[in-house]
């Protein structure tokens, strides 16, 4: 019998919850608090956390765990045109459809939540968020190579630009960074086409956009 008590989250009240565990679960899970350096609390509720916010939803949309070394080989069959198209499909339609699934609402921050948990959860790529005038920039890493960087670039800029969102995009091998306007701003470009962000990060390779109608 093991008691769960509470445990200090920033976005939801902790309560307390008595359930029984196999032995064996009990004991693994103890190596593994032991070896990362946290609770067993902390372990347990960070397992359960990952169940509800992503494991039980993700399988209800057919994902599935891949070795990365599959993944690689499959981005590297792709030709670029295939591996943009595909990237295009996923923006508009299972992006689209997952943001809703999980938030009830479709727009730019819940679009940038999902590729946040993505990031957490499915651990295809790592991700990076920060803001500069009037702009969040993106940096999705992922080391699969150009095809992959060229899907990736495709699935964001399909996704943002369904949502009247004004973002433009630079590929290297190994990442992408995506600059997002936030509401209320249109022009995210520098008059070179790269922005000052991506010149710090040393992004200056291929450059795609998406330019949105401004309207008065």
Not at 175 to 190: E, F, M, N, T, Y
Request: charged content about 30%; aromatic content about 6%; proline content about 4%.
């Amino acid at each position: 019998m093991i008691e769960f008590g509470p445990v200090s989250l920033t976005s939801s009240r902790a309560v307390t919850r008595t359930l029984r565990i196999d032995s064996d679960v009990e004991a693994r899970i103890e190596q593994l608090a032991d070896k990362e350096g946290v609770s067993f609390n902390q372990l347990a509720n960070r397992s359960l956390r990952k169940l509800v916010e992503w494991e039980a939803t993700a399988e209800r949309f057919g994902f599935a765990q891949v070795p990365i070394y599959a993944l690689e080989r499959v981005f590297a069959i792709l030709s670029e045109d295939q591996a943009r198209e595909l990237g295009r499909e996923a923006g508009k339609n299972m992006m689209q459809e997952l943001i809703l699934f999980w938030f009830k609402k479709l727009d730019r921050e819940s679009a940038l939540d999902l590729l946040a948990m993505s990031a957490k959860y499915a651990r295809l790529f790592t991700l990076e968020r920060m803001s500069e005038g009037g702009t969040d920039t993106v940096v999705l890493k992922h080391d699969r190579g150009p095809r992959a960087s060229a899907y990736y670039s495709e699935l964001l800029k399909s996704l943002f630009h369904s949502l009247d969102v004004d973002v433009d995009t630079h590929e290297t091998d190994g990442q992408v960074v995506a600059h997002i306007a936030q509401p209320g701003k249109l022009d995210i470009r520098s008059p070179r086409g790269t922005s000052p962000i991506a010149r710090r990060l040393g992004v200056a390779a291929r450059t795609t956009e998406v330019p949105i109608p401004i309207t008065s």
